[in-house]
């Protein structure tokens, strides 16, 4: 009888160790994610058809996955694209409407897309902005979202000449606060200027938080590629977002005076007034920048030359993740998707930032690498940014949330001509946007919800968004099909 018992006890110890090295296998054969971010990166890579930046790594992961070269996000603005990019739901009139918006009071009652994968076995890890604020959504992560700190401010200037303009700036701050406070002013009147938007110093990669996030994240792979579950990982560069701060190196890659400047520097002909912004971040934050007349040429090509230098130093820490997933083996068990939250302007339509219903800041970078799947390849497909939480879903064999409004795009990594949706659907404060393959139509709403005026433009005949034609007798029908498109396409929302 004893002898039966531990039999049985060996038999039963040999089946959970078997169990057990089963699932091990199983989590080790499931593909890891690795999650790139990159703030305010705009459709300009040379992959995308542009010759002026110099992004060898964007384009080196280009060329062995899809490129998306209709991908739009939800809301061209930071808080509000990264919630509902990982919550995988549209922006309504009170969801996911600002900068500051928070996953956790917006959406809460929905796993979003790390939660979901950490609930079904991934160890999932935060670096750097993904999103606007690090502790959003603090539920959704295996561990500490990790946000490196260094030099003046959240800006993290390291010159000397910011420091003093900073701390002018400071000071005229607080005299201007205390005269407000005085005679019961305006706050408006005490905003000033911040600090300088851009900083050329010769330093290190990782002397600014970008260089310094790699670092992490490449010791983060290192850590990972030894554990038994498979991994998460999000990395948010915060370059090229304002202000533009880079190391020295990179800055020197472009010569300012071979830089082109925006051929359209004016708003576009018939376009509403409600269309167009005062770009209020850059001018309103930022040293010596003209508050009430337009960038000088000799100015923007500075600007244009800041941004640039801040796209190849992200691009250049991209590569590091890139090679270290190559370095340990990773690369072909590793899903990397790379997204730029929105575009940007570089003075088109007199316009520097994003906020607006523009297909310049709409238009965002989309790169999926996969295993198994396409690779070189570029695709016109439409994709919304809330269709990366089901693609991912359903490239990882996990079941897809019902809640979700996206659409998987795994169909389009198997063949780039592929369409999964007619339509993508943008909203910006009371403006709502439909793009189809050919047109950017959009409307702009009052406060009780009526349409108060709006704006058309061909894609194939202006794809710089030059000419409203919604105004244009030929084009009633066009307008009144894709107005109702555009409430099909709102109606669809939770």
């Not at 971010?37 to 280009?62: E, H, S």
């Not at 938080?209 to 792979?221: C, H, Q, T, W």
């Not at 304002?242 to 800055?251: D, E, N, Q, S, T």
């Not at 939250?341 to 690498?369: A, Q, S």
């Amino acid at each position: 009888m004893h002898t039966i018992k531990t039999f049985l006890f060996i038999l039963l110890a040999a089946v959970a160790v078997s169990c057990s090295q089963k699932e091990k296998k199983q989590a080790q054969q499931k593909p890891n994610v690795l999650f790139i971010a990159v703030d305010d990166l705009r459709l300009q890579a040379n992959l995308f058809g542009q010759q002026q930046m110099k992004t060898p790594n964007i384009d080196r992961l280009g060329n062995s996955g899809v490129a998306f070269k209709r991908a739009y996000c939800s809301v061209p603005v930071c808080g509000a694209s990264r919630a509902s990019l990982l919550s995988g739901v549209r922006p309504t009139p009170n969801r996911f409407v600002n900068y500051y918006t928070r996953k956790d009071t917006d959406f809460p009652h929905h796993p979003s897309l790390p939660k979901y994968f950490k609930d079904n076995g991934y160890t999932t890890i935060s670096n750097g902005k993904i999103y606007h604020h690090a502790d959003d959504d603090i539920e959704a992560w295996s561990e500490e979202p990790y946000i490196p700190q260094v030099g003046i401010g959240w800006q993290s200037y390291l010159s000397e000449e910011a420091k003093i303009i900073v701390e002018k700036n400071n000071k005229v701050r607080d005299e201007v606060l205390e005269q407000i406070e005085k005679n019961n002013t305006s706050k408006d009147a005490g905003r000033v200027n911040k600090g300088p938007a851009w900083e050329c110093i010769d330093v290190e990669d990782n002397a600014y938080p970008d260089g310094m996030l790699a670092d992490k994240s490449i010791e983060d792979l290192r850590r990972l590629s030894k554990a038994d579950n498979p991994f998460f990982l999000a990395v948010g560069f915060w370059k090229p977002h304002l202000p533009f701060v880079a190391p020295k190196k990179y800055w020197d890659l472009y010569d300012e005076n071979d830089i082109e400047i925006a051929d359209n520097p004016y708003k576009p002909i018939n376009a509403p007034d409600r269309a167009m912004h005062p770009w209020g971040e850059l001018r309103s934050m930022y040293d010596n920048i003209p508050q009430n007349e337009p960038v000088s040429d000799s100015l923007a090509r500075k600007l244009i030359h800041g941004y640039y230098a801040c796209v190849s130093y992200s691009d250049a820490q991209i590569g590091k993740l890139l090679n270290e997933l190559e370095n340990l083996g990773l690369a072909e068990n590793t899903i990397v998707v790379l997204w730029g939250d929105h575009g940007w302007h570089l003075g088109e339509h007199t316009l520097w930032c994003k906020h607006c219903n523009f297909d310049r800041v709409m238009n965002t970078p989309l790169i999926v690498k996969a295993p198994g799947k396409i690779k070189g390849e570029k695709t016109t497909s439409i994709t919304e940014f809330i269709d990366i939480y089901p693609s991912l879903c359903d490239l990882c064999n996990l079941p897809i949330p019902e809640h979700l409004d996206g659409t998987s795009f795994v169909p389009v990594l198997d063949d780039p001509s592929t369409k999964v949706k007619e339509a993508a659907f943008v909203k910006y404060n009371k403006g709502e946007s439909v793009i189809t393959d050919r047109y950017n139509y959009t409307e702009f709403l009052d406060n009780d919800g009526n349409v108060q005026t709006n704006m058309l433009y061909d894609l194939k005949k202006d794809p710089k968004e030059n000419l409203n034609i919604s105004g244009e007798e030929s084009n009633k029908e066009l307008v009144k099909e894709l107005s109702q498109l555009l409430s099909k396409v709102k109606q669809t929302k939770n």
